[in-house]
């Protein structure tokens, strides 16, 4: 039975042989994994510094641009200075001049708006007559029995029609 055992059962150094043949595999596997990893990961790094330097130097170019534009209307605003206040002269009456006219315009449409106010002529005596089918133009328009409502000046009157003539 020993015998039979031994047969069928590895030896001890074949099974550490194999063991370290693997993990000297596995070893070798991972190192190699790992350098194309960190190969693909500066790679990476570098395209970001790539970018992130053009990006800079694309900002500065858009500061300097700006500060030679801003330094040029400076200039011309130190130079024009007179001119400058002269245009604010002129712009002052340019604006009093419309809002004068605007102004003069307002009030014309506001007495012609007040010229058509429907409730105008009740101050001078007139009144508004509503019908069933509303404002009344026309005697012949209401029929006899007829309800009226009658707006005054200072107030309003139901009314009842007795007699039509147009």
């Given at each position: 039975?020993?015998?039979?055992a031994e047969l069928v059962a590895p030896?001890?150094?074949?099974?550490?042989?194999?063991?370290?043949?693997?993990?000297?595999?596995?070893?070798?596997?991972?190192?190699?994994?790992?350098?194309?990893?960190?190969?693909?990961?500066?790679?990476?790094?570098?395209?970001?510094?790539?970018?992130?330097?053009?990006?800079?130097?694309?900002?500065?170019?858009?500061?300097?641009?700006?500060?030679?534009?801003?330094?040029?209307?400076?200039?011309?605003?130190?130079?024009?200075?007179?001119?400058?206040?002269?245009?604010?002269?002129?712009?002052?009456?340019?604006?009093?001049?419309?809002?004068?006219?605007?102004?003069?315009?307002?009030?014309?449409?506001?007495?012609?708006?007040?010229?058509?106010?429907?409730?105008?002529?009740?101050?001078?005596?007139?009144?508004?007559?509503?019908?069933?089918?509303?404002?009344?133009?026309?005697?012949?328009?209401?029929?006899?029995?007829?309800?009226?409502?009658?707006?005054?000046?200072?107030?309003?009157?139901?009314?009842?029609?007795?007699?039509?003539?147009?």
């Amino acid at each position: 039975p020993t015998n039979a055992a031994e047969l069928v059962a590895p030896d001890r150094r074949e099974i550490m042989a194999f063991v370290d043949g693997a993990v000297s595999r596995m070893d070798v596997e991972m190192r190699s994994s790992l350098a194309g990893r960190a190969a693909e990961i500066d790679g990476m790094v570098a395209r970001i510094e790539t970018h992130a330097r053009r990006g800079i130097e694309g900002f500065r170019h858009m500061l300097r641009d700006f500060a030679g534009r801003f330094a040029k209307f400076a200039a011309d605003v130190r130079e024009k200075g007179v001119t400058a206040a002269s245009l604010d002269a002129h712009l002052s009456s340019i604006v009093r001049f419309w809002a004068s006219r605007t102004g003069d315009r307002l009030e014309a449409s506001t007495r012609l708006l007040g010229s058509l106010d429907p409730r105008r002529p009740l101050e001078r005596g007139y009144a508004i007559v509503r019908g069933p089918g509303g404002l009344l133009k026309d005697a012949a328009s209401v029929d006899a029995g007829a309800a009226l409502d009658i707006q005054l000046r200072r107030g309003r009157l139901a009314a009842k029609v007795t007699e039509t003539r147009p």
